[in-house]
T-cell receptor, first 113, second 109 residues
Framework: DVKVTQSSRYLVKRTGEKVFLECVQD?????MFWYRQDPGLGLRLIYF???????EKGDIPEGYSVSREKKERFSLILESASTNQTSMYLC????????????FGSGTQLSVL | DAKTTQPTSMDCAEGRAANLPCNHS???????VYWYRQIHSQGPQYIIH???NNETNEMASLIITEDRKSSTLILPHATLRDTAVYYC??????????FGPGTSLSVIP
């Protein structure tokens, strides 16, 4: 199975800091996704990418940007972190050829103080 | 918005079959039905998917009605480790994946 690795399990940042969340997958999958998950709101799609240097906005892109310079790495960037971005962030990778079943990382719990 | 409707929660006795329903009455001809689950504090895990035929793998079976307006995920012998939130998703392949609130399944000893 695909392994999706997120760089940190827990992260604490201060308001206004620039935050990078890194995600790496090891199976050469074309598609990668970033979600956030909050109690009562479920999983919400922030950004996704179907190829290197390509990105598409999800349902809640405001306050975030992404970078995909290499196929295996998809980074989520919080340009100026705010307290309402405290959340669990989940990265996923999917293979077009395999009907795109998604494989998820373990998540990064980000706290912005 | 999610295109599916699922019960908020369900209980199942350990060792019995767990049958999780999902309504997707507006499904179109090229949309697949996918099931994922999320065990507490972990990322979601793919279970199974199908277009119109019933499907079975080592984890579960997926039964899709003939009109494709609903489906049922079956865990044949539920264990305590199957306690999780189960998500039913309808989507065209290559489209973005949108999760609804899912069904919280509790397997009772």
């Amino acid at each position: 199975d695909v392994k999706v690795t997120q760089s940190s399990r827990y992260l604490v940042k201060r308001t206004g800091e620039k935050v990078f969340l890194e995600c790496v997958q090891d199976m050469d999958h074309e598609n990668m996704f970033w979600y956030r998950q909050d109690p009562g709101l479920g999983l919400r799609l922030i950004y996704f990418s179907y190829d290197v240097k390509m990105k598409e906005k999800g349902d809640i892109p405001e306050g975030y940007s992404v970078s995909r310079e290499k196929k295996e790495r998809f980074s989520l960037i919080l340009e100026s972190a705010s307290t309402n971005q405290t959340s669990m962030y989940l990265c996923a990778a999917g293979d077009r050829a395999g009907n795109e079943k998604l494989f998820f990382g373990s998540g990064t719990q980000l706290s912005v103080l | 918005d999610a295109k599916t409707t699922q019960p908020t929660s369900m209980d199942c006795a350990e060792g019995r079959a767990a049958n999780l329903p999902c309504n997707h009455s507006t499904i179109s001809g090229n949309e697949y039905v996918y099931w994922y689950r999320q065990i507490h504090s972990q990322g979601p895990q793919y279970i199974i998917h199908g277009l119109k035929n019933n499907e079975t793998n080592e984890m579960a079976s997926l039964i899709i009605t003939e009109d494709r307006k609903s489906s049922t995920l079956i865990l044949p012998h539920a264990t305590l480790r199957d306690t999780a939130v189960y998500y039913c998703i309808v989507r065209v392949v290559f489209d973005k994946v949108i999760f609804g609130p899912g069904t919280s399944l509790s397997v009772i000893p």
